[in-house]
């Protein structure tokens, strides 16, 4: 079974400091997504990574692919409250023909 | 605004029952993808159709089943409702077969009593 586990499961910060959500999996994905949800909203995509090693600037956020294709990294730098939310990464392996939810990152950032 | 329609936002039954969830896609957008998300069990992905057929499937139960019209609108069938099965259901459409970008509607909140 193919699982996708994120740390921490939740983060309040005080706003202006920087940091790091981690998706880590023992199984190879095809591709890699990482989405925000905020309460009764669905989620939205942010960036999706493809290529091992592959890092992703998206302003003050920067997505990252492991080199095997196993995990990926979201670093926020100077958090805002804007970003508060829960950070969802979401595997795909295509030659099964699924896609996996990590369990989510729930951020909190203090003014 | 996402782009994507789902109906109802809400919905309240009881247990042993059977609803039908309705989503609409992008237009455009051939690929629909049918998620439940629950506190415990997180985001779940159902089942994906792409043009009227169906392409994969995940932790969909047999109780649960989908179908894509002519028209690229679906719909997600939900019987002998379980008080497990009150969830959040999120449609997302995409364009492509697979990967790429998806966005997702806002969600039917199923509540079984």
């Known amino acids: 079974t193919q699982l996708l586990e994120q740390s921490p499961q939740f983060l309040s910060i005080q706003e202006g400091e920087n940091l790091t959500v981690y998706c880590n999996s023992s199984?190879?994905?095809?591709?890699l997504q990482w989405y925000r949800q905020e309460p009764g909203e669905g989620p939205v995509l942010l960036v999706t990574v493809v290529t091992g090693g592959e890092v992703k600037k998206l302003k003050r956020l920067t997505f990252q692919f492991g080199d095997a294709r196993k995990d990926s990294s979201l670093h926020i730098t100077a958090a805002q409250p804007g970003d508060t939310g829960l950070y969802l990464c979401a595997g795909e392996n295509s030659s099964a023909s699924k896609i996996i939810f990590g369990s989510g990152t729930r951020l909190s950032i203090r003014p | 605004d996402s782009g994507v329609t789902q109906t109802p936002k809400h919905l309240i039954t009881a247990t042993g029952q059977r609803v039908t969830l309705r989503c609409s896609p992008r237009?455009?957008?051939?690929?629909v993808y049918w998620y439940q998300q629950s506190l415990d069990q997180g985001l779940q992905f159902l089942i994906q159709y792409y043009n009227g057929e169906e392409r994969a499937k995940g932790n969909i139960l047999e109780r649960f089943s989908a179908q894509q019209f002519p028209d690229l609108h679906s719909e997600l069938n939900l019987s002998s409702l379980e008080l497990g099965d009150s969830a959040l259901y999120f449609c997302a459409s995409s364009p492509h077969e697979e990967g790429g970008k998806a966005f997702f509607g806002q969600g039917t909140r199923l509540t079984v009593v």
């Open positions: 237009s455009g957008d051939l690929s």
């Open positions: 199984s190879v994905f095809s591709s």
